[in-house]
Structures are given as structure tokens and as C-alpha cells.
């Protein structure tokens, strides 16, 4: 009961910080671009991105950082498909032999590092084929969907 009673009081109060003061647009462009900064293969600078892209665009920082986080195991899973998409498309620099991935997450950093450095550029290349046109394809159905769900009610 305790659990339920914290959690409803907490889903209201982020509704409401989540909602203050965006209108559809701003929160259909919000939940595109945590989304896409949130896929970004970095494990480091999505906070910051989403910062800076907060700043940009006048967004809600609260709301973006919360979508940035959510999509973070979405991010997790991405990571090695994104730097095999890379090492495809982009095929310059040292050769990357694909068992290479999984010895470097494990922690063998140190002694790859120029090559931790090329897979990371060559999956932020992937992802800036990918993510673009995911956030431009996601932006009219949840406009839509946030029009809908925030729309005055007559009566």
C-alpha cells in the first residue's frame, strides 16, 4: 500500500514537472531529441548533449534528462550494433576485427585505445545515419499523440 500511495504521488508530481509549461510541440520535440541524444553511442557525454540541446531549443531540462535516461538500456543494446554499422559503412582507418568488441567492454581499454577511438567515431557516423531520421519520423505521430492527450476539454 506504502509502495503504491509513492509511487502514485511521485507519477504525479513528474506529470506535472514534466508538463509545465510545454505545449505539444515542445514536448513531441523533447521526447525526439532525448531519444535520439539518448541512443548516441557514448558512454559519457549524452548528459551533456541533452544539456546543451535543452539550452538550444528552450526545452525542459527535467523532461529531457528523464527521456535521455529511460532510453538508456535502449543505448546499452545499441552500442555493438551501432559500431559493426559503423565499421561497415566507413571501412577508412585501422582495420577492426569485430571480436575486438567484446574484449574492449571487458575492459581491455587500455591497450586499444586508438582503436576504442575509431569504433567510437565510426558508430557516432552510424548513429548520425540513424537517429536523424528516426527523431524526424517520431516527431509527427507524438505531436499528434500529445495534441490529443493535451487538448482542452469542452465542458
Same mark, same amino acid.
Given at each position: 500500500?506504502?509502495?503504491?500511495?509513492?509511487?502514485?504521488?511521485?507519477?504525479?508530481?513528474?506529470?506535472?514537472?514534466?508538463?509545465?509549461? =510545454?505545449? %505539444?510541440?515542445?514536448?513531441?520535440?523533447? &521526447?525526439?531529441?532525448?531519444?535520439?541524444?539518448? #541512443?548516441?553511442?557514448?558512454?559519457?557525454?549524452?548528459?551533456?548533449?541533452?544539456?546543451?540541446?535543452?539550452?538550444?531549443?528552450?526545452?525542459?531540462?527535467?523532461?529531457?534528462?528523464?527521456?535521455?535516461?529511460?532510453?538508456?538500456?535502449?543505448?546499452?543494446?545499441?552500442?555493438?550494433?551501432?559500431? =559493426?554499422?559503423?565499421?561497415? =559503412? &566507413?571501412?577508412?582507418?585501422?582495420?577492426?576485427?569485430?571480436?575486438?568488441? %567484446?574484449?574492449?567492454?571487458?575492459?581491455?581499454? !587500455?591497450?586499444?585505445?586508438?582503436?576504442?577511438?575509431?569504433?567510437?567515431?565510426?558508430?557516432?557516423?552510424?548513429?548520425?545515419?540513424? !537517429?536523424?531520421?528516426? !527523431? #524526424?519520423?517520431?516527431?509527427? %505521430?507524438?505531436?499528434?499523440? &500529445?495534441?490529443?492527450? &493535451?487538448?482542452?476539454?469542452?465542458?
Amino acid at each position: 500500500m506504502k509502495e503504491r500511495l509513492l509511487s502514485t504521488a511521485l507519477g504525479r508530481r513528474l506529470s506535472i514537472v514534466l508538463h509545465s509549461g =510545454l505545449t %505539444p510541440h515542445k514536448l513531441a520535440l523533447t &521526447f525526439c531529441c532525448g531519444i535520439a541524444i539518448g #541512443v548516441l553511442p557514448l558512454m559519457w557525454g549524452t548528459t551533456i548533449l541533452c544539456v546543451v540541446c535543452g539550452h538550444c531549443f528552450r526545452l525542459n531540462h527535467v523532461a529531457l534528462q528523464t527521456v535521455n535516461y529511460l532510453v538508456y538500456p535502449l543505448q546499452i543494446a545499441l552500442f555493438v550494433p551501432l559500431c =559493426l554499422m559503423g565499421s561497415k =559503412l &566507413f571501412p577508412w582507418g585501422p582495420s577492426i576485427p569485430p571480436e575486438i568488441l %567484446p574484449t574492449l567492454l571487458h575492459g581491455h581499454l !587500455a591497450a586499444s585505445m586508438h582503436l576504442l577511438v575509431w569504433i567510437t567515431l565510426k558508430a557516432i557516423g552510424a548513429w548520425l545515419i540513424t !537517429a536523424a531520421p528516426l !527523431a #524526424v519520423s517520431l516527431y509527427p %505521430p507524438l505531436l499528434m499523440l &500529445f495534441r490529443r492527450r &493535451f487538448a482542452p476539454t469542452a465542458g
